[in-house]
C-alpha cells in the first residue's frame, strides 16, 4: 500500500508509532500489526488498559524481555497474564509485577513476599496492597534492603512492626525507620521509649530529634553535632530556645540557615542576614554553574527550598504578611486564598513576584476573566509550579476566539482550552509558529482531520504524538501511517 498523497512522513515515524499505539480508538486489528514495532509494543503493552489476555500473551510472544516488564508495568493486566509473568526468570519483571498498585489474589501477593529475589521483595514492601500479615513478614526479611525499603514505604505499619525496624540490627534499616522523610505520608511517630537509644544512634539522630521534648542541654548538644542533617532537624524544632535560634541561624550549613530563616521566632535582623546570604550565594552559583564552590551549591539550594515552601504560621494569620519583604511569606499569606480580604486578594495578585501572583491566583475560588488575563500576559511558565494563573477562570467564548490571534503564543494555547472552540480556529492554531501552541491544538476534541494529518508530520514530537494519539484521528489514517512504516 502506497502513502496517500495528503499524508505526509512522520518526520517522527517512531514515536508517532508509539503514540498510535496508545490510542483509545486504534482498531484490534491493527494493533496487532502494530505490535511488531517494537517501542510500539512496549507503548501498547504498559499504557493500554484494554488489553486481553490473547493480546497481552501475543506482545509478551513478541517480546525480547522489554516487552515482559512492560507489561509487568501495565495495572490493568489480565490476572491470567501476572501469573504467567510471575514465572518469568527475569526479577525486574517480577519485581514490576510485585510493585504494581492493582488489586492481586493473595497466592500472588504470598509469591511476592516469599520471591527468592529481593528486587520482587522490595516491590511488595513498597506496594500498600500488601496485606498487612504478609507485609510484615518482610520486617524480618534476610535482606537488610528489603527492610529498608519496607521502613521507608510502610510509614502507618502496627507498633510491632515499627518497633522491629527501629531496632534492626541494621545501621540502614534503623536509618531508614527513622529518617527527616519518607515515601509516603504521614509520618510515623517513634514510641517514647526508644527515643533516648535513637537519640544515641547517629544514624537515627536527625529523624528522632523532631519527635523529642527538648530539654536545654539535649538543645546545645544537638546543636554541636557534626552532622547538619541533625542541626536542620534542630533548627525546626518549635522548643529551641532563643539563643540557638541565633547560633543556628548563623551555622556554616547554608541549609541549617535556611531552615532558621522559616522559624516563626527567628529576629527579623537575623532573617534578613539569612537570606541576604542565601540569596547572594544562588546569584553566584546562577553566574557560574560550575565554578561555583559548595557553599554557593548549598545556598541555590536554600532558595530552592525556600521557593516551594508554605509556612504554616503565616497561612495561620496571613494578612499580616501580605506586605513581607520576602516572597515566601507572601506567597504563603496568597495561599489562605477567599480567608483574606478583597484588598489584600488584589495587592497579591499584583505582586512583582509571579509565583505570588500564581498562588493567590488559583487560591481564590473564583477569579474574574478580566484579572486572570491580566496575570496571563505577566505569567512566565514554572516546570516547578505547572499552574496558571487562569486554571480557575471560565473565560466567555468571545474571549477565547480572540486569544487565537493574540501575539502571545502563551494566550494562543489558552485559546486551545476551550472544548467547543471551532474546527477551523483550531485547524488555523495547528499552523502556529510555535511548537508549544500545535501541541495543544493537536490534542484537542475538535481538532479536524487536515490539522491532524499536518500535525502528523510535525518536527516537534510532543505535537506529532498528539496528533498521532488522538481520538479523532481516522482509522484509515491508522492505517496508512503502518503502511508507512512497513507494518
Not at 511569606?329 to 495561599?335: K, L, N, T, V
Request: hydrophobic share 40%.
Amino acid at each position: 500500500m502506497q502513502t496517500p498523497p495528503h499524508l505526509p512522513v512522520p518526520v517522527h515515524l517512531h514515536e508517532v508509532l508509539e503514540a498510535l499505539a496508545g490510542n483509545t480508538r486504534l482498531p484490534v486489528p491493527l494493533l496487532r500489526r502494530l505490535i511488531h514495532h517494537g517501542g510500539a509494543r512496549n507503548e501498547a503493552a504498559r499504557w493500554r488498559s484494554d488489553l486481553t489476555e490473547r493480546l497481552a500473551e501475543e506482545i509478551d510472544d513478541l517480546g525480547d524481555g522489554t516487552a515482559s516488564h512492560a507489561l509487568a508495568c501495565n495495572p490493568d493486566l489480565p490476572l491470567g497474564v501476572r501469573r504467567k509473568l510471575m514465572r518469568s526468570d527475569d526479577p525486574c519483571v517480577r519485581s514490576a509485577l510485585a510493585s504494581r498498585d492493582a488489586p492481586v489474589p493473595r497466592d500472588l501477593t504470598e509469591a511476592f513476599v516469599a520471591d527468592p529475589s529481593a528486587q520482587v521483595r522490595k516491590g511488595a514492601a513498597a506496594n500498600g496492597r500488601c496485606p498487612s500479615d504478609l507485609r510484615a513478614r518482610l520486617a524480618t526479611d534476610p535482606d537488610p534492603t528489603v527492610r529498608a525499603e519496607l521502613a521507608q514505604w510502610w510509614t502507618d505499619a502496627p507498633e510491632d512492626v515499627r518497633r522491629t525496624l527501629l531496632t534492626d540490627p541494621d545501621a540502614t534499616v534503623r536509618a531508614a525507620a527513622c529518617a527527616t522523610r519518607f515515601r509516603r505520608l504521614p509520618h510515623p511517630v517513634p514510641p517514647a521509649d526508644l527515643r533516648p537509644g535513637l537519640l544515641a544512634d547517629p544514624v537515627t539522630r536527625a529523624g528522632v530529634v523532631a519527635h523529642l521534648d527538648l530539654g536545654p542541654r539535649t538543645a546545645r548538644r544537638l546543636a554541636a553535632d557534626e552532622d547538619p542533617d541533625v542541626r536542620c532537624a534542630l533548627a525546626e524544632h518549635p522548643e529551641l530556645p532563643a539563643d540557638l535560634v541565633d547560633l543556628l541561624g548563623r551555622d556554616a550549613d547554608p541549609l541549617v540557615r535556611a531552615k532558621v530563616f522559616m522559624r516563626r521566632d527567628t529576629p527579623d535582623r537575623l532573617r534578613a542576614d539569612i537570606h541576604a546570604g542565601l540569596l547572594a550565594g544562588s546569584a553566584r552559583t546562577r553566574a557560574d554553574p560550575f565554578g561555583a564552590d559548595e557553599q554557593d551549591l548549598l545556598c541555590s539550594l536554600g532558595m530552592l527550598d525556600l521557593n516551594i515552601r508554605i509556612a504554616p504560621w503565616v497561612l495561620a494569620d496571613p494578612l499580616a504578611h501580605v506586605d513581607s519583604p520576602y516572597e515566601v511569606f507572601r506567597r504563603s499569606a496568597a495561599a489562605a486564598g477567599d480567608a483574606l480580604p478583597r484588598p489584600a486578594i488584589a495587592r497579591l495578585l499584583d505582586d512583582h513576584d509571579g509565583e505570588v501572583r500564581t498562588v493567590m491566583a488559583l487560591a481564590v475560588s473564583v477569579l474574574d476573566p478580566e484579572t486572570a488575563e491580566r496575570l496571563e500576559r505577566r505569567h512566565k511558565e514554572n516546570r516547578k509550579r505547572p499552574g496558571r494563573p487562569a486554571d480557575n477562570t471560565d473565560f466567555p467564548s468571545e474571549t477565547m476566539r480572540r486569544f487565537t490571534t493574540d501575539p502571545d503564543p502563551g494566550m494562543r494555547t489558552l485559546a486551545l482550552r476551550d472544548p467547543g472552540l471551532p474546527a477551523r480556529l483550531v485547524e488555523h492554531l495547528a499552523r502556529d509558529g510555535d511548537a508549544r501552541v500545535r501541541r495543544e491544538a493537536a490534542a484537542h476534541p475538535n481538532a479536524p482531520v487536515p490539522a491532524l494529518l499536518l500535525l502528523l508530520g510535525d518536527t516537534d514530537v510532543p505535537a506529532a504524538r498528539a496528533a498521532a494519539g488522538s481520538p479523532r484521528l481516522p482509522h484509515e489514517v491508522m492505517e496508512a501511517v503502518l503502511a508507512v512504516a512497513d507494518l
